[in-house]
């Protein structure tokens, strides 16, 4: 079975500072691992994907991810948070289907 | 990113009646959608697999014949909320996923369904 954990609801960060955003899973197999954003009333929108080659990957807007399989994690950073930054991050993990496994999602405020 | 669409992106009904919501893959010929629910300051619940040409597979707890599901053509998935109630409504947003493209989903922008 696979799971996912974000492990930060929310998170308050000033405008042009570093964002982390916290994703730990657990899967019986090697799993693909994706990063949406979501802002108000609307769909999700891909910032980036892990699929097994390199372990760092980099997304839209600045963001990148990091696969450490060691620690089972999938945290997103970004060196430089900006205003319109301010929305719903879902990390997500994939089942031996291809069904996608949501976290709970992390909000995150950006003030300036 | 693909584009989808999903029409309308809200609609107001009286409980009772049915409502019909579409997804549209714009890009490319989606052979699977997904649709998904989300209530407010909830993460996505999938509900249902959607298959062109064939039955969608609902999710555990789902029921199907409340929520018909129909892929009639490689672009076009409905969802028919049918004799809505209040507790039915939520944020309806489906997902499309190419053939041979992996397992990358492109979500729709959504549909506000509120019953009155």
Redo the contacts between chains.
């Keep these: 079975a696979q799971s996912v954990t974000q492990l930060d609801s929310h998170v308050s960060v000033s405008e042009g500072t570093p964002v982390l955003l916290r994703c730990n899973y657990s899967s019986s197999y090697s799993p693909s691992l994706f990063w949406y954003v979501q802002h108000p009333n609307k769909g999700l929108q891909l910032l980036l994907k892990y699929t097994s080659a390199a372990t760092l990957v980099k997304g839209i807007n600045g963001f990148e991810a990091e696969f450490k399989k060691s620690e089972t994690s999938f945290h997103l950073t970004k060196p430089s948070a900006h205003m319109s930054d301010a929305a719903e991050y879902f990390c997500v993990v994939t089942s031996s289907w291809g069904k996608f496994q949501f976290g709970a999602g992390t909000q995150v405020v950006v003030t300036p | 990113?693909a584009v989808?669409s999903?029409h309308p992106s809200w609609v107001i009904c009286k409980s009772g009646t049915s409502v019909k919501i579409e997804c549209r893959s714009l890009d490319f010929q989606a052979t699977t959608m997904?649709w998904y629910r989300q209530f407010p300051k909830?993460?996505?619940?999938?509900m249902a697999?959607s298959n062109e040409g064939s039955k969608a597979t609902y999710e555990q707890g789902v029921e199907k014949d409340k929520f018909l599901i129909n892929h009639a053509s490689l672009t076009l998935s409905t969802l028919t909320v049918t004799s809505a109630h209040p507790e039915d409504s939520s944020?309806y947003?489906c997902?499309t996923?190419r053939q041979g493209g992996?397992?990358?989903?492109?979500?729709?922008?959504?549909t506000?369904l509120l019953v009155l």
């Design positions: 990113g989808v999903q997904f909830q993460s996505l619940m999938l697999t944020f947003i997902s996923q992996g397992e990358t989903q492109y979500f729709g922008p959504g506000r």
